[in-house]
């Protein structure tokens, strides 16, 4: 009956037939709160705060999470663990293209969030002090440099007892999105690791210590 119900539904936007529960009031806004508008917030990029600004971006949408283009990441998901990851979640990125595929309806508006949405938090990246090889210690954060536009990179630390520890994959590099990857929880590396970059010229690393 509810799917019927939704079906008979007079869609707003052209031709598009509502065939998705997934709404914009109850899971897309606060998917989109949480991940997209630090940037898209109609300042730094076009707006995604609200039901009307983000619509017209729907298929695009779908394009851009679906290739991991957006948000901007870079790091390739599960190779290093790190805190402030912005790379949507396999299930975060069904939902949005469940969402589109659907029709990318509004809902009900009872189910907004409370509020306004506000920009997302910027993590502070405050590091002062560099993880040395010679005495070993705690990684707390990674930076690449000097990677060129358009290259990936892979880290690794080879540990004295031949152990690998990734640190970080960099996916088709974007100098616009350069930052600082902070760990989850900071990686403990002993004296006389090896921080190797492939390819090599790839560039180099700052790791931070903790
Ligand atoms: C770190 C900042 C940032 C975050 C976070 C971010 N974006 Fe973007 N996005 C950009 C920038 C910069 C552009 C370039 C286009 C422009 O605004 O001029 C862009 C472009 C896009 C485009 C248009 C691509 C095109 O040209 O067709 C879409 C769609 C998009 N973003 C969706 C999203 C979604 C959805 C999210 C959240 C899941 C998101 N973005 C998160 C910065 C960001």
Redesign the pocket.
């Known amino acids: 009956m509810k799917t019927a119900l939704l079906l008979l539904a007079v869609p707003l936007f052209g031709h598009d037939v509502i065939t998705t529960k997934v709404t914009w009031t109850k899971e897309i806004s606060r998917?989109?709160d949480r991940?997209?508008?630090?940037?898209?917030n109609g300042k730094?990029?076009?707006s995604?705060l609200d039901y009307a600004s983000t619509r017209p971006?729907a298929k695009?949408?779908k394009?851009?999470?679906g290739n991991r283009?957006?948000?901007?990441w870079q790091a390739v998901k599960g190779f290093g663990e790190f805190r402030d990851d912005?790379g949507?979640t396999q299930e975060?990125i069904e939902l949005?293209s469940d969402w589109v595929e659907g029709g990318a309806p509004e809902g009900d508006s009872k189910w907004l969030p409370d509020g306004t949405a506000r920009p997302?938090s910027t993590v502070p990246s405050k590091f002062s002090r560099r993880w040395q090889s010679a005495t070993g210690g705690k990684v707390a954060a990674i930076r690449p440099n000097g990677l060129r536009p358009g290259q990936s990179a892979q880290v690794v630390a080879e540990l004295p007892n031949g152990g690998i520890v990734p640190l970080v994959w960099i996916y088709r590099f974007d100098p616009?999105?350069l930052r600082t990857y902070q760990y989850r929880v900071p990686v403990d590396l002993p004296a006389r690791t090896v921080i190797r970059v492939s390819p090599v010229e790839a560039g180099t690393v700052t790791l931070f210590a903790r």
């Open positions: 998917l989109v991940r997209c508008v630090s940037c898209h730094g990029s076009f995604l971006w695009a949408i394009e851009e999470t283009r957006m948000p901007p912005a949507l975060e949005l997302g616009r999105y």
